[in-house]
């Protein structure tokens, strides 16, 4: 059992176009666990977006907190606002955007674990109460070795309108 109390989690700095960034609350790497599993949150910054993505042997629940924004999956627009809650299952394409005026905070929880890991790899470790960095790019070897493990799309999109 791990208990995880605020401030505590693994938190990474998220690349662009996110920006913003991801706490790691669980994931088997911190605590054993019999069915491996994912589980944080991920805060996007007015303006930021999740890259267009599905995910190849996962599946993904979101719930957000805090903020307003939309979701696109597999090209239906859905307002994003505290107590929504999305189900997203093997290859669902999916874009999260924040078009409020402040943050868009969400909780993630993917059975079995792999977002986690590229969090981690594509992210920059954060420390409590750090201001956050300039916009940065993702690094550029990661693309084969995310469809190899979490994600099926060939390459990023940006948020239609």
Excluded: K
Excluded at 67 to 84: L, Q
Excluded at 106 to 126: E, I, Q, Y
Excluded at 127 to 145: C, I, N, T, V, Y
């Amino acid at each position: 059992m791990l208990a995880c109390q605020p401030g505590a989690a693994a938190s990474y700095w998220q690349p662009m176009p996110a920006n913003g960034h991801v706490e790691v609350i669980f994931a088997p790497d911190l605590v054993a666990m019999p069915q491996p599993l994912g589980f944080g949150t991920q805060t996007l910054p007015p303006g930021g977006h999740v890259r267009e993505q599905a995910h190849a042997h996962g599946e993904t629940v979101i719930y957000v907190l805090r903020g307003r924004g939309r979701a696109v999956i597999e090209g239906v627009e859905h307002p994003m606002r505290p107590g929504t809650a999305f189900y997203l299952g093997h290859h669902r394409r999916h874009i999260f955007v924040n078009e409020g005026d402040e943050n868009l905070v969400f909780t993630w929880l993917t059975v079995p674990n792999g977002l986690d890991a590229s969090f981690r790899d594509v992210g920059r470790r954060r420390q409590p109460g750090e201001r956050a960095p300039g916009p940065f790019a993702r690094p550029a070897d990661l693309s084969a070795g995310e469809r190899e493990t979490t994600f099926s799309l060939p390459e990023a999109t940006q948020p239609q309108r």
